[in-house]
Every structure is written in C-alpha cells, then in structure tokens.
C-alpha cells in the first residue's frame, strides 16, 4: 500500500521491516475523562489502517498505551495534572479514576466497532522499564539532572525537529498557554524523562528512582512501551496530527537516543476534527461524546460512516448538520442492502468479484482514500453481480469499514416482517395520526395519542432512522 509518510512529507510504498508482519503502535489516551469524538476520529481512522492491512494479508501486532500517571495538562512539561483533576473533580483516587475512563474508552470504541488492540499497557505497569530507559540515558550523556528532575538534552541530537523545519519560535506556540518557562532546561526543546519536584503538593502517584520518589514524563512511556512490546525497530507509529509536536518528535529523540539508531519507519497522523467555530477540546463549547450522539438518537455507527467520508489528511468539519446529513446517507444505503440479504442464493461470480474487490483494494491502498472505499461499496450495489456476490464483497469490505452492514440490513428485514405481520392496523394507524400531528406541531395530541399506543401494547419511538414501533 502506499501511505503518506509525516516523516519524509509524502507518500511511499509501505514495507514492513519484516516480510509479513507489522509492528504499529498507537498513542493511547489520557484516562482522566470521557473521550471527545475528536480523539475518537484518529482511533476510527487508526482502526482502519489496521484493519485494511490485516486485509491485505499482512500479521499486525498493534500495541498501545494508556496513559494513567499524571500526564499535564499541557503538552509541555508543566501546568496542572490531569489526572489529579479528574480525581479532585469527582471526589476520587487517581486509580479509580483511571479504572472508570479506562473502561468508558473502550466501551466507546466498541460502540464504534475500533478493535482493542492486541497488547493494552497501563503507564503505571511499566515504571522499572522506564527507569531503566532514562538510567541508560543518563549514562550515554543524553540525559542531565536538574533542579530534581532528569532532562532529556536536545542539543545532543543531529536533528531534533524531525517532522518539520519548527523553529524556536514555532516551538513557544507549540507549547501551549499558560505555561511558565522551566529554568531547569538547558535548551528551550528539552524535556522531562523523571520528575522528583511535582509541581503539586497533593501528587498522587510517585515511585522509587535513583533519581528519588517521583513519576515518568509523559513521553517516555510510549517509546519504552513500544520498544519493550515491539522491538528495536517499529514499522507503523499512529496518533493524533496534535501529537507530532512535542509528544512525537521527543518520543523519536528518546528512542533513538537510546537504541543508536532509526526507530520507527512510518508516520501516520490524522488531522484535527474542528467544529464550526475552530478545534474541538475538551474545554471549548458543548463536549461531544459518544454518549451525547446516542442521547441524540444517532447510531455511533452513523459518525464512524461520517469519519470515513473525509480523508484523514484533511481537517473534518463536524456539526449536527453534517451528522444527519450522514445519517440519512447511511440509512439509504443500509435500505440498499436489506433485498440482498433475502434474495442471496447462488455462486459468487468470481470474475466481477474480483473486478469490486479491487477497486476497494486501490482506494484503500492509495493512502487510505476511505470516501472513495465507501464508494466501492455503492459500485457494489449499482453492479450487475448476483446478490451472493454482492453480499460476499460487502461481508469482506465490512471488514475494514466495520459499519455492520449486513447485520443491519439483517436487522431492517427482520423488523419489517414483524412489524408488517403483528402490529395490528389500529396500531400503525395511531402512528401515522401521531406522526401528522408531531408534523403539525401539536405535541399534546401526539402525546394523546402515544398513550393510546401505549394501552394497545406498544410502544412508538422517533430516532433518527425513523419512527420505531416496539411490542411492549
Ligand atoms: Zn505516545
């Protein structure tokens, strides 16, 4: 496949250092509260990298990390501890707070349909590889004590900013506001590997060190997880387009710094989710969530469809507008695919078979081009195939897009021969009065006339694939 690469700025064939298997490593999150749908944009996206490589036939071993020990608020090393927050905010242990927004990620990327990946490390499992990490950088003379925390020395480097030419000043604007410059630091670009001094009286977490009682850095957890789960060498690093400076390129200084010589071979960042009015945080305007979009009525399936309709190197403008708009194209298409799952019988025709598989294959192939994959499976529909084939393609394309095609439109055949054979015609004919009367506005003869459908055993819901009717 060919991937654009964020280290040489453009695309290249994709060859993992090994025939066959892949090592890819993802940023995992900051447990500290509910993922935003913007984060949840790059896990979508990651999720289906890995998935169109294992398509391809390749063995992925993906790991990530989750970030449990009191990363900062800011991406630099200072300002306040995120996890501390949380805890204070909600009368709580940091462990328990990690342990509750550990579970509510994945509970989200399930709803999602992101595979967990195969190997899942606490920050706090691994204190003694870190340690052991930054000892051997402190030995090679890449490493420096000061004012009680150990430094990682940037002027050590042949090339720091590997990911751009920034400059000093870009790097006062990559560090964010709020945040007091750090007179401990030799070089402006240096950064925190161990803190003895936290900045925070009340710190939790803190281990033993040769450094004294302290916690981690932030960035040395993903290069010592990965190195320990995948090797010396790394195919694949993914993350959030935010995360390429500082958290990347310190990730990349450490690393190499450590093992003398190239780390990881490709780089692959997904660009920001924004909201209409700019970059979506979750400081800013209303927080988005999976569980606000269910509390909507959207599917989380409906936003995975709508992430796949923009490319992942482009910024995604997100708002409820946009949403439904996708909604509305996701039922249309489920809709498409409900008269295949009755009518499929017969060979799969092997010549158009291959002809649909490949188109799908190409886009995806091509950088990861997703709006032109969700195109491939309209060109499924459209084609002359048989339904068996039809079926066969959209069952291996789902794959990868995991939009639950076939189970939906399973789901959509099954509810309408239900419903065609047992809800009585006096039912269906309140439903349609109440679904005139919410037309007109007149929400106290529609609730009327619920609870008429309520006495008569059912039970009629608007969502936002339509009106449901529910035997009670
Ligand atoms: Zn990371």
Redesign the pocket.
């Known amino acids: 496949m060919q991937l654009y690469n964020s280290l040489s700025h453009k695309k290249e064939d994709f060859i993992p250092r090994e025939a066959g298997k892949v090592g890819m490593y993802t940023?995992g999150p900051t447990v500290y509260h509910y993922a935003h749908i913007g984060n949840l944009r790059s896990y979508i996206m990651e999720d289906i990298l890995e998935k169109y490589l294992r398509f391809t036939g390749l063995d992925v071993k993906r790991v990530m990390?989750i970030t449990d020990v009191g990363h900062l608020t800011s991406d630099g090393d200072t300002g306040d501890d995120k996890m501390l927050k949380g805890a204070k905010r909600e009368h709580k242990t940091v462990m328990e707070i990690a342990k509750f927004y550990t579970d509510a990620f994945f509970a989200d990327c399930a709803k999602l349909n992101i595979k967990t990946p195969d190997v899942v490390v606490p920050a706090t499992t691994y204190i003694d590889e870190f340690i052991k990490v930054i000892s051997s950088l402190m030995e090679k003379g890449y490493a420096y004590e000061a004012g009680g925390n150990i430094y990682f020395d940037t002027s050590k480097l042949d090339k720091y900013y590997v990911f751009g030419d920034l400059s000093e000043e870009d790097l006062e604007v990559g560090v964010r506001e709020g945040v007091e410059a750090d007179g401990n630091k030799r070089n402006k670009a240096d950064f925190v590997l161990w803190f003895t001094k936290s900045k925070f009286d009340d710190q939790e977490l803190k281990w033993e060190s040769p450094w004294g009682v302290g916690y981690p850095g932030w960035?040395i957890?993903?290069s010592c997880i990965s190195m320990k789960n995948l090797g010396e060498y790394l195919d694949l690093h993914c993350?959030g387009i935010d995360?390429a400076f500082p958290?990347?390129t310190n990730?990349i200084a450490q690393s190499e710094a450590y093992l003398g010589h190239k780390w990881c071979n490709y780089w692959f960042h997904v660009h920001h989710l924004n909201t209409t009015s700019g970059k979506m945080s979750k400081s800013k305007g209303e927080f988005l969530t999976v569980s606000l979009l269910e509390e909507k009525g959207y599917d989380p399936l409906v936003y995975r469809f709508f992430c796949l309709n923009s490319h992942y190197r482009k910024s995604l403008v997100f708002s409820w507008e946009n949403l439904d708009n996708a909604a509305v194209s996701f039922n249309k298409l489920i809709d498409r695919i409900v008269p295949l799952t009755k009518e499929a019988a017969g060979d799969i025709d092997q010549t158009e078979y291959d002809r649909l598989r490949k188109s799908f294959d190409d886009a995806l192939g091509n950088d990861m081009n997703t709006s032109l994959a969700v195109t491939a499976v309209y060109d499924v529909l459209k084609s002359g195939a048989n339904a068996s084939t039809k079926l066969a393609l959209l069952r291996d394309f789902d794959t990868v897009l995991g939009l639950d095609l076939i189970k939906k439109a399973q789901e959509k055949a099954d509810a309408a021969e239900n419903s065609a054979a047992d809800i009585p015609a006096e039912v269906l004919e309140l439903v349609e009065q109440r679904k005139a009367a919410r037309k007109e506005k007149n929400f106290a003869l529609a609730d009327e006339l619920r609870d008429k459908i309520t006495a008569l055993g059912y039970e009629v819901k608007e969502t936002r694939q339509g009106t449901e009717i529910n035997k009670l």
């Open positions: 940023c990390n960035h957890e993903c993350g995360n958290h990347h990730e």
